[in-house]
């Protein structure tokens, strides 16, 4: 794994990575790497937070591991758990040949036993190439799962209380992504590089449009941001992000559009929108004069 050495390397390998990203979003992952700091990204759902992670894997040829937080994710599904069935299965080997009691004790509690959940696997990788684990929605997972993190950002360790500390002979690339549902603690983002992702610029849309989804026309792929651009200025529960714009550009293209009209916007308005209140408004509203727009802008 090589380390890109400036921040123009860092934007050539995005680029080949298909990422289309700002000089500041390349400074601070070229930070992120070369201080070995974890990189919290914040921003609106859709936004290509979780891609970084992703790219970051293949750019640096090392694997990805993710851990997807939701409500109630503990240390057990997050750090690691014992193997209770394997320990009960030993108990029972040891006491038919008549082991000693501290003798077992010391057996059924060692790494052997040990399940491995993401956190616990990023910080004992062994291949020689430090692993970019992605701890995703980190907004999703209730506040007291931000201390297990802690030991973790702050120092690659974590302790187990039956066998002791285990720290990263390599730490790894961590990226933290929050869709701020809720306000994360300052403990945690101090232990971290900062950086607020956006909605994309017309421009910066365009070109991921372009970029991602090569097999549409250039005419339509600007028909369909400039619509997605004054649709969020539109007051609706829920904004659609560059995903969400992707995937209106794959369905139009599956349609076989060449333009866009209103018709085809109303048809495939649930590929943008995921709230029907949403829909409605807009079906019922400013669809018509949305395309307008659209098409004038092309």
Known sequence: ???????????????????????????????????????????????????????????????????????????????????YSRQLLHIRLL??????????????????????????????????????????????????????LLELLSDYQITVPEIGTIRASQPPIVVITSNRTREVHDALKRRCLYHWIDYPSFQKEFQIVTTKRPEISAELARQVCRFVQELRKQDLYKLPGVAETLDWASALSTLGAVSLDEQLAVDTLGTLLKYQDDIQKIRNGSIGSLVEMARADS
């Not at 400036?6 to 390349?26: F, K, Q």
């Not at 914040?42 to 937070?49: D, F, L, W, Y």
């Not at 851990?67 to 240390?75: A, F, K």
């Not at 696997?121 to 999703?140: F, H, N, T, Y």
Request: net charge negative; with cysteine.
């Open 1 to 83: 794994m090589k380390v890109p050495e400036t921040i123009a390397d860092v934007e050539r390998a995005l680029r080949a990575e298909s990422y289309v990203a700002e000089r500041s979003l390349a400074t601070v992952i070229f930070l992120s790497l070369r201080l070995q700091k974890p990189l919290f990204l914040e921003g609106e759902a859709g936004v290509g937070k979780t891609e970084i992670a992703k790219v970051l894997s293949d750019m640096l040829e090392t694997p990805l591991i993710r851990l997807q937080c939701y409500e109630g994710l503990d240390v057990n599904a997050a750090v690691y758990e014992w193997n």
């Open 95 to 148: 006491e038919a040949t008549g082991a000693h009691q501290q003798e077992a004790l010391r057996e059924i509690f060692s790494p052997e036993f040990l399940i491995r959940r993401p956190l616990l696997q990023a910080v004992e990788s062994k291949d020689g190439k430090a692993p970019v684990l992605l701890i995703d929605e980190i907004d999703r997972a209730d506040e007291e799962f931000e201390a297990f």
